[in-house]
């Protein structure tokens, strides 16, 4: 399973036209691989789903119901390294979601997301500061009941002194996050 999504994975990007004419079939493989009890396996999944949201737009959005959910299950794995790709699938997605899709979906998304803000992980909660601004931004003032529980860490990791370099893209991420909540919620 693993192979055939990093193989779908990397040849989406030149291939998206031909994918696109199948996309139901290719999700419903890549759900069927999520499902697989292997790391490595949710991990190749996630990088497939990824390149899917990236290069496969409008199409993919249309999918949101099917793959989301399927997602939000790998965020929940425990493996750090599908959790990160799952939030680069889901800023990915809301990029482009509009907000009457965002809606229905802003309570799981916002809670898997804060609860990846809190990880001891500096890349794993950039990863998830990157999510929770595309998703602000995707939800506009639907966002609102979000607002403290999201900005007060945020806030948090923009204003520490950190060390490390992971540190600092986690304040780069912060900052920008913060911007994307100002934008979204207004005054």
Same mark, same amino acid.
């Given at each position: ?56 737009? $409008? ?62 992980? $500096? ?65």
């Amino acid at each position: 399973w693993h192979a055939a999504a990093v193989c779908l994975g990397v040849i989406v990007e030149g291939a998206q036209d031909r994918i696109r004419e199948q996309l139901p079939q290719v999700l419903a493989m890549l759900a069927r691989a999520a499902e697989h009890g292997d790391a490595t396996t949710r991990e190749c999944v996630c990088f497939a789903y990824g390149q899917l949201a990236e290069h496969c737009q $409008p199409e993919i959005l249309a999918h949101h119901r099917q793959v989301l959910p399927v997602v939000f299950a790998l965020m929940d794995t425990g493996a750090e390294s599908v959790m990160g790709i799952s939030c680069h699938v889901l800023e990915t997605f809301c990029e482009s979601m509009e907000e009457q899709h965002v809606v229905p979906i802003l309570d799981d998304l916002a809670t898997k997301l804060l609860v990846l803000l809190q990880h001891p992980k $500096p890349s794993l909660r950039e990863m998830a500061a990157a999510a929770i601004g595309t998703t602000a931004l995707a939800a506009k003032e639907a966002f609102l009941p979000y607002l403290d529980r999201t900005a007060r860490p945020l806030c948090q990791y923009a204003s520490e002194n950190l060390g490390s370099e992971a540190e600092h893209e986690l304040r780069g991420r912060a900052l920008e996050a913060l911007g994307y909540l100002g934008m979204a919620v207004g005054n």
